[in-house]
């Protein structure tokens, strides 16, 4: 029989298995928003943040600079100033740039362009979605970006021209493929029109917001596209590359990719992701044996709404309700909103509330409120109503493309100013006409100029009616079957279009007007008009305005909601008007003199009346007139129009014819009455007018007497002059209160403060139904007079001789004053400033100054007014709070300019010491120098360290100081060399430009240790007796090491004589005796085992190794002569086991022995005996339960386990 036998044997190993880095995923976010985001100011407006452009003026747009709109051009020699641009405040906001121009002669000045130019950053280009730049000008402006233009209104067209700045003009919004990663240039151009000398009033200002992306996360409907984001994050202190990631989806691997991650960074994974059906998702990110899951959940929208009445009759201008009932049929929380199709643009429409906010299953009601309004034609109007969710999305399918996209042909023909066909003739728009040689082939748009930047591919001038044709095919109209058609057009600037004959939109009769625009109109309608095979698009387009446009598209629009069978609403409703008979009777005169020449003689003598009615119903009618004669006497009625018919919104006249009769005299009036009743009313609706005409004038020798009135001081080139008729005169019935006409003249002292004054000259011949006119010829520092003649009908003037009426003196110009700071530098601790000024008299003596208003900017904030009104030519401010201030004043005088003074240098006020600190020191080292370094640094400007070192051991306190050294900032870090076993302290006391600096206790402290710990002693190892399984614990016991700051023990263990191998485990202990059980060593190897000391700096001590062999042998075992068992051929429960332990390389072995053979006999004498637990070795006991070493005692029990020798 063959028994096994074990060498078993010991030795550490080193070497230590890297551990995986720490990577957390610490979320999992989704987008479904990629049009609206969040809105990001990129470059504010100066009204709220007085933002900084370089600029510079010019006085024609052809002085300016090659390039000059371009990303790349260098403006690194103009000046540089904040927004607003101007030269007067405007909505209460104050320039902070002044941009004054200068007018010179007729339309032309100096000054009059400003280009303005920044540039701002975008970090990551992939997140913005596009942006909106808002400007506020006057009175034209141009805009670009990185070189492109978005928006030239540099002229009078394109509704450009703007009056008065505002807050703001006009809003545009930017495509996203303008933005560019990194630096982004935004130019803007302002203009002063100064036509006929303009108001010399000038403004220029932005703000430009950005849409980056939003992680806000919406709820999710079927068809909805997502951006899934996974962030990690690395704990690390390093960076840590070749990551892999893995993305799962329902548990199925979706898509994987290797990154690399900063330390203390975040990486944002970011994947596309289309869910494919209805219900809950779970996601799962992975990293290394990290994982996080979250789920989603996909919804659907669906709704249904009804209307209790949908046919309401009403007037004109009389509120109509629908009442609409909606439900939430989805699974998800939505907001709807109404559209309404067919309701005229005058029409009030308003739905109540305009938005409603629906759970799943929850219903309610919304009022739909319309008011047409006076003008809308009686009849009944058919609308369309239909409802939208939030969630409402749509695909689109291009079925006739737009001539701006593909060039598409239409044939054409033009009139030459009329009609070619009559508007109740449109054979011409169905597809079974034939268009004759007149009509050519032509790729549109259609028109005569370009549209912002798209050209035209077919010239149509003139005004003129032009016709259009477009013939397309469907294949299969059920590929149309649930889609919604839209008719999108743009013109200039009526039109009616046609789909097979059908009108789909008409504006050609009743319309506004409009410039062409993609797109001026958008029609929704159902595809029932589609024909499957040949169909045509049809529209006649009229322009009066020299300026043509014509383009066209055909798009079918699938709603997404069909994934899961909603189809949209639509539900007509009818709306009749009711008829409004109205009108309105007008009678030019009250008082008609007929002159002596047509009195004259004895024969009779005709003269004709016009009376003008108006119809101000919503309906055509009829009026019947009758006139009264109240005076027989003078004269008679000849004849009148006894019925007239007016259309709807016409104006007719009604003609009278009389006749005076021999016996006028002078003194003779006559009257008669003229009344009009509507025909066609079901009630009563009459008007009557009493007309007067006095018959005989006598001969007038009487001039009018008239005055001009002006203010006596303005600050604009251009102000208003006023006339009116003297009292006394216009209380003349007899002779007086006929002027027909003013003549108005002024002359000029040209600026010679009143000394010499030009000669009169007349400014303007205005009727006597004018009260006033814009004075626009106004010059800086001019005085004019004025003065007016009336004229009378009878042909007399009014003479003034050399008198005038009033006098203006023109002052454009702003006073400002040079203003000075009562203290040295520019920064100070102390929170009160002083500043004062004089009023300059570089552009002469000013007006009489009203007061001063001055003002402080904090860190390039607005500007605030802390002294207001003031006459004093000083100020004391006092700063709350610490930053950068700047100062300026603005001067007002008594022609109500106001001159904004130069900006004062600015002032730091800096009163808090800088909070600085040493960088943390770590307690203990071993280098022979350190880099001293400083955090929290803020505005530190320089400082003085302290140091201090005694013996370890040999601490005192408080610590006594010594200056180390005086430093910049710019000299750090700071490097001291430090000796072995001394304790050392540092501490800094910072100062900044100000002088402020703190006084504090905080210090750092480190202790220099350079020496490793004494080794253990007296190690010793064993087995525990017990196989189980293929293995066996090994225990190890040893005296600790002697030195004083240990905090551990390293217990290595390999299977090579010539490695370290792995650290199995760390003892922190302080006993003298220690012992390690290493549990279930599997046999068949001989193992090394190291133990090393760790002191407080982590060095290591040399080590003690030792090893053991646990390598299975088998032996024959014989019989004895009784024929029982040998047992001396095995050991303990008949096992052989062969020991061989020893320190290495120290000549000294376990248990003492001398050899190998040795230690065998030792251990076959311990198993064989099986009367003691313990084993004498070197003086202390050994035990074989669990390996511990210890002192001899009279009671032998283990201080480790606790067994007793028996």
């Not at 010019?58 to 790349?72: K, L, N, R, T």
């Not at 003031?870 to 004043?889: C, E």
Request: proline content about 3%; some cysteine; glycine content about 8%.
């Amino acid at each position: 029989m063959l028994l096994p036998v074990f060498i078993i044997s010991m030795i550490c190993l080193g070497g230590v298995k890297a551990e995986e880095p720490e990577i957390d995923i610490s979320a999992i976010k989704y987008t479904n928003d990629f049009e609206n985001g969040e809105a990001v100011n990129a470059v504010p407006s100066g009204k709220n943040g007085s933002t900084e452009y370089s600029f510079r003026i010019f006085d024609d747009d052809d002085d300016f600079p090659d390039d000059w709109e371009e990303q790349s051009f260098d403006d690194s020699d103009w000046d540089v100033g904040s927004a607003p641009f101007g030269n007067k405040a405007n909505e209460e906001v104050e320039p902070g740039t002044i941009w004054q121009s200068e007018h010179t002669s007729g339309s032309d000045g100096d000054k009059d362009y400003i280009i303005i130019r920044k540039t701002f950053t975008i970090d990551d280009g992939a997140a913005v979605l596009g942006g909106k730049i808002k400007s506020a000008y006057t009175n034209y402006y141009a805009v670009y970006l990185n070189g492109q233009e978005i928006e030239d209104c540099l002229d009078y067209s394109g509704y450009c021209y703007e009056g008065d700045a505002e807050y703001w003009n006009k809003e545009i919004s930017i495509d996203v493929d303008l933005f560019i990663e990194g630096n982004n240039t935004l130019v803007l151009v302002g203009r002063d029109s100064l036509w006929q000398g303009g108001d010399n009033t000038t403004w220029l200002d932005c703000e430009l917001d950005l849409k980056v992306q939003s992680w806000k996360e919406n709820p999710i409907v079927l068809g909805d596209d997502l951006v899934l984001r996974i962030d990690f994050f690395n704990n690390e202190e390093n960076n840590v590359t070749g990551l892999d990631v893995v993305l799962e989806i329902e548990e199925t691997g979706f898509t994987n990719q290797t990154i690399e991650i900063e330390t203390n960074k975040t990486f944002e994974w970011k994947v596309e992701w289309t869910p494919n059906r209805l219900g809950e998702f779970n996601i799962t990110a992975k990293v290394l044996n990290e994982s996080l899951t979250r789920f989603i959940h996909v919804g659907y929208y669906a709704y249904n709404f009804s209307v209790a009445d949908d046919y309401l009759i009403g007037n004109t201008s009389e509120r109509l309700t629908y009442n609409i009932t909606i439900s939430n049929e989805g699974d998800v929380d939505d907001n709807y909103t109404f559209q309404l199709f067919g309701a005229f643009n005058d029409w009030d429409v308003e739905f109540v509330p305009n938005v409603i906010n629906l759970a799943p299953g929850e219903t309610s009601t919304v009022k739909l409120e319309i008011t047409p309004d006076n003008g809308t034609y009686s009849g009944v109007y058919e609308l369309t109503l239909t409802a939208r969710s939030q969630y409402h999305g749509e695909i689109a399918d291009t079925i006739v493309q737009s001539g701006r996209d593909n060039e598409t042909e239409w044939k054409w023909v033009n009139s030459t100013g009329s009609r070619l066909y009559e508007a109740d003739n449109t054979t011409w728009t169905e597809i079974d006409f034939e268009p004759n040689s007149n009509w050519t082939l032509a790729p549109a748009p259609f028109g005569d100029d370009d549209l912002g930047n798209i050209d035209y591919n077919t010239e149509w001038a003139g005004n003129n009616y032009a016709y259009f044709r477009h013939i397309f095919y469907i294949e299969d109209l059920s590929d149309y079957e649930n889609d919604t058609l839209s008719l999108n057009m743009a013109a200039n600037n009526y039109g009616t279009y046609y789909l097979n004959g059908e009108e789909i939109f008409d504006d050609l009769g009743w319309g506004g007007g409009h410039y062409a625009q993609y797109w001026n109109e958008e029609i929704k309608f159902n595809t029932s008009l589609l024909k499957e095979g040949k169909n045509v698009l049809a529209s006649v387009v009229r322009e009066t305005g020299n300026t043509q446009w014509f383009d066209e598209e055909l798009v079918s629009v699938t709603p997404k909601s069909s994934a899961w069978g909603f189809q949209p609403e639509y539900i007509t409703l009818k709306l009749e008007v009711l008829p409004v008979y109205a009108f309105e009777l007008v009678t030019p005169i009250s008082d008609k003199a007929v002159s002596e020449d047509e009195a004259c003689c004895e024969q009779n003598w005709t003269y004709q009346f016009e009376i003008w009615a108006y119809n101000r119903g919503n309906i055509e009618d009829s009026y019947e007139i009758n006139v009264t004669l109240n005076d027989t006497v003078n004269f008679s009625i000849v004849d009148f129009d006894s019925i007239i018919y007016a259309k709807f919104d016409e104006e007719v006249t009604i003609n009278l014819t009389i006749v005076l009769n021999p016996s006028v005299t002078e003194f003779s009036v006559g009257e008669f009455n003229v009344s009009v009743t509507s025909m066609n009313s079901t009630d009563e609706i009459s008007l009557w007018a009493v007309v007067k005409a006095r018959l005989y004038v006598i001969p007038d020798t009487l001039p009018p007497g008239t005055y001009t009135q002006t203010p006596s001081l303005v600050n604009s080139s251009s102000f208003e002059v006023e006339w009116y008729i003297e009292d006394w005169y216009k209380n003349n019935e007899i002779l007086g209160n006929d002027t027909k006409y003013f003549i108005i003249e002024y002359m000029t002292d040209n600026g010679t403060d009143g000394q010499t004054w030009s000669e009169w000259e007349i400014w303007g011949n205005f009727s006597s139904e004018q009260e006033s006119e814009i004075f626009t010829d106004g010059i800086d520092g001019y005085r004019y007079r004025f003065r007016s003649m009336g004229g009378d009908d009878a042909g007399l003037i009014e003479n003034k001789e050399d008198k005038y009426d009033s006098e203006t003196l023109v002052d454009l110009t702003a006073p400002y004053v040079v203003l000075e700071l009562r203290m040295d530098g520019n920064i100070t601790n102390i929170n009160y400033i002083e500043i004062e000024w004089v009023v300059s008299i570089q552009n002469g003596t000013p007006e009489i100054i009203t007061g001063y208003d001055a003002q402080y900017r904090f860190n390039g904030g607005n500007w605030t007014t802390f002294e207001e009104d003031t006459l004093a030519k000083w100020a004391g401010f006092n700063a709350m709070i610490d930053g950068i201030y700047d100062f300026r004043v603005i001067t007002s005088d008594e022609a109500g300019n106001k001159g904004i003074s130069e900006i004062s240098r600015n002032i730091t006020v800096d009163t808090n010491a800088p909070d600085t600190k040493l960088v943390e020191l770590p307690e203990l080292t071993d280098l022979e120098q350190i880099a001293l370094d400083l955090t929290q640094i803020e505005d530190t400007v320089n400082f003085t360290l302290y140091y201090s070192v005694v013996r370890e051991g040999q601490e005192i306190y408080p610590v006594e100081w010594d200056i180390y050294g005086h430093y910049l900032i710019a000299d750090l870090p700071i490097s001291v060399s430090i000796d072995n076993q001394f304790h050392y302290y540092f501490k800094v006391i910072a100062y900044d430009l100000a002088e402020n600096h703190l006084v504090n206790d905080s210090y750092e402290e480190m202790i220099v240790d350079r020496d490793p710990p004494m080794k253990i002693r007296n190690l010793g190892i064993t087995d525990g007796n017990l196989i189980e399984n293929g293995t066996v614990d090994v225990i190890l016991s040893f005296m600790s090491s002697q030195s004083q700051d240990l905090v551990e023990y390293r217990i290595y263990r390999s299977t090579n004589q010539n490695e370290t191998g792995e650290i199995i485990d760390n003892l922190v202990s302080e006993a003298l005796y220690l012992s390690y059980r290493d549990v279930k060593v599997s046999l068949g190897a001989t193992y090394y085992y190291s133990v090393v000391a760790v002191d407080r700096m982590g060095f290591e001590s040399e080590a003690e190794i030792g090893f053991i062999d646990l390598v299975v042998e088998e032996e024959p075992v014989g019989k004895d002569d009784e024929g029982g068992q040998d047992i001396s051929g095995y050991i303990g429960a008949g096992l052989l086991v062969l020991l061989a332990a020893g320190i290495l390389g120290g000549g000294y072995y376990f248990f003492g022995m001398s050899s190998p053979r040795n230690i065998v006999t030792a251990v076959s004498e311990v198993v064989e005996e099986e009367t003691s637990n313990f084993t004498e070795v070197d003086g202390e006991l050994l035990c074989g339960a669990c390996g511990a070493m210890f002192e001899l005692t009279d009671e032998k029990s283990c201080p480790s386990c606790g067994v007793f020798d028996d």
